[in-house]
């Protein structure tokens, strides 16, 4: 087995204030070396407040985390060392130009001027920023500032890697790069842990993902055996004009060999099923009557999996 | 991508490498690291800097020590700052340098570092405790300040109408007590920038660093203050008194100052209270 890069282990976080806040409630994960892991969930559901902790700038509860065996809360100072991040919003200092951003990071870390200068042409040449050293921040757009910031999280070349909603703000195209860039790292042998909240981002990018929700875990493995264990179901999701003589439509249905479950929602009905041809047909004709307006199917995917565990969208 | 390659050999080199981690000279290289990028950022706004500084002292000596006592006489104002007013305000113009620097070199900085942008942030995540991030721009707003300081001395020098008397006859007084008014002061600007937002930082100038300048014993020494003596106990609590008398006694000793232990241990007491103080809103700004 690989070794463990990132232990965490029983966090808890609970910001006690007029209103109690528990962020992160019991969480555990395990972080192997080299591999690129996604914690999934809505805004809120405690993946800045885990990475924060994790990054030594919020203070635990409970619980430990270890980055690389150095415990982050008796010794921030070293665990950094391990520790690259690229936070949520563009954080690069606005009085150093592109090169200088990189170039002063790698001082920080305690290198040689000669090394730094060699290693900040060098991120500059693979992330192709090299025409726009010269720039300041200010003069970026969103991507290349993004870009710019996760060459100066891997400058020090630390052991894993942090990336709080790294496509939060970015145009498509630009998300595209960025994705480019997180999957070059892979060659690097970097460990990369990112949040996202979006299901297409931890598909495309994460071996491994936590789907987390109130500050739990509520399921962990890749894609695939996610899907598997939670989503191999068609999602119908109805909308009616009346909720009127739904209950006994929902046991109608329930009693059904190839419905897993219906419910009621906001403005209708959710039907969940493993598929059958037949049932389409069944539920638009039994909903016509309370005004069925809209139907949306969604295919055995991430997304079913992350409604199935939340009973929510990401989106709401 | 050629470069990846070299990426990863050098990793090895560097990651295997020596690790000094925990001892103390492993956050050596770190700190100069930060001290530099503060260097270069100065260095880039150099003429700024220059002005920032240098105007003040500049004005001030040219309508007190250069206009008022070339006006008629029996102008009071003429007369109130006669032929010492120059040797009297030459330390206290030094004392309000020191501190402005010492706040627009940390105060202003970190107050908009820490808002919006979290400029701060890749300073705070490099490998050293928070208390040496905080120390580093207490120590650079030092330089900055003793630069501003030694900035007054040729401008006492030539423009007022009168000579002004100095005389440093102690060199290590006068060392010791630059050093330690210029942490004082960067130690007094690391509170007001970690605990100010920067919409309320203009304010900042007009409660504190007015009333603290205008009764620091800048324009008057302390000793004068015996015929208002309820004034002249309750300036002890403002640690601009300690700077401009210390500066006095160093560098304008033929006027009468404040015992120096006292100035020392003030100047001490100060310092070590505001960076307690500062530090602890650093700290507090840092981590949540």
């Known amino acids: ?316 | 991508m050629n470069s990846q390659k070299t990426g990863v050999r050098d990793q090895g080199a560097e990651i295997s490498g020596p690790r000094f981690e925990g001892t103390p000279s492993a956050y050596v290289k770190p700190f100069l690291g930060l001290l530099l990028r503060d260097a270069r950022v100065l260095m880039r706004e150099i003429a700024p800097f220059l002005l920032r500084v240098g105007m003040q002292p500049l004005l001030f000596l040219f309508v007190f020590t250069f206009i008022l006592p070339r006006m008629a006489s029996g102008n009071p104002l003429a007369s109130g700052a006669g032929m010492d007013f120059g040797t009297i305000i030459l330390p206290g113009l030094m004392a309000v340098a020191i501190m402005f620097s010492g706040i627009a070199a940390v105060a202003l900085p970190l107050s908009s570092e820490f808002g919006i942008t979290r400029e701060i942030d890749d300073r705070v995540m490099c490998p050293l405790p928070l208390w040496a991030v905080a120390l580093e721009k207490v120590c650079f707003s030092a330089v900055q300040s003793i630069i501003a300081a030694l900035c007054v001395i040729p401008m006492a020098y030539y423009i007022p109408a009168h000579p002004v008397v100095a005389h440093v006859s102690n060199w290590f007084l006068l060392a010791l007590v630059l050093i330690l008014s210029s942490l004082l002061a960067g130690s007094l600007g690391l509170v007001i920038g970690s605990t100010v937002s920067p919409k309320h930082i203009g304010l900042v100038f007009s409660i504190i660093v007015v009333p603290i300048t205008f009764l620091g014993c800048v324009y008057y020494p302390w000793a004068q203050l015996d015929k208002i003596r309820w004034l002249q106990v309750g300036v002890l609590v403002n640690p601009i008194v300690y700077m401009s008398e210390g500066l006095r006694a160093a560098v304008t000793p033929g006027i009468a100052h404040m015992p120096l232990w006292a100035i020392v241990i003030a100047l001490l007491f100060f310092t070590a209270v505001l960076g307690r103080l500062g530090l602890r809103g650093f700290k507090g700004r840092v981590l949540s």
């Open chain 1, 1 to 316: 087995m690989k070794p463990l890069i990132v232990e965490i282990e029983k966090l808890t976080k609970i910001y006690e204030s007029k209103l109690r806040v528990v962020a992160v409630d019991g969480i555990d994960l395990e972080l192997q070396q080299g591999e690129i892991f996604g914690l999934l969930g809505p805004n809120g559901a405690g993946k800045t407040t885990t990475i924060s902790i994790a990054t030594t700038r919020t203070l635990p509860t409970s619980g430990t985390v270890r980055i690389a065996g150095v415990d982050v809360v008796r010794h921030p100072a070293q665990a950094r060392r391990h520790i690259g991040v690229v936070p949520q919003f563009n954080t690069l200092d606005r009085s150093l130009t592109v090169f200088e951003n990189l170039y002063f990071h790698c001082r920080y870390f305690g290198m040689s001027h000669r090394s730094a200068r060699a290693r900040s042409l060098e991120l500059l040449d693979q992330f192709l920023l090299t025409e726009r050293k010269s720039m300041y921040p200010a003069q970026l757009s969103g991507g290349l500032a993004q870009r710019v910031q996760i060459a100066r999280a891997i400058a020090h070349r630390p052991t894993v890697l942090f990336l709080d909603e790294p496509s939060a703000g970015l145009d498509p195209q630009s998300r595209m790069a960025m994705w480019g860039a997180v999957q070059g790292l892979r060659k690097e042998g970097i460990t990369v842990l990112l949040t996202t909240h979006y299901l297409e981002e931890a598909d495309a990018l994460a071996d491994r993902l936590a789907i987390i929700d109130y500050g739990r875990v509520l399921a962990l493995g890749s894609a695939e055996s996610l899907k598997k264990a939670f989503g191999a179901e068609t999602i119908y999701d109805l909308k009616l004009r009346t909720q009127e003589g739904l209950e006994p439509l929902i046991d109608r249905l329930t009693s059904r060999s190839d419905v897993t479950s219906a419910e009621s929602t906001a403005d209708g009905l959710r039907v969940m099923t493993p598929g059958s041809d037949s049932l389409l047909q069944y539920v638009v004709q039994v909903t016509g009557p309370l005004g069925l307006r809209d139907l949306a199917i969604t295919e055995p995917s991430l997304e079913g999996v992350f409604i199935h565990l939340t009973g929510r969208d990401l989106r709401e």
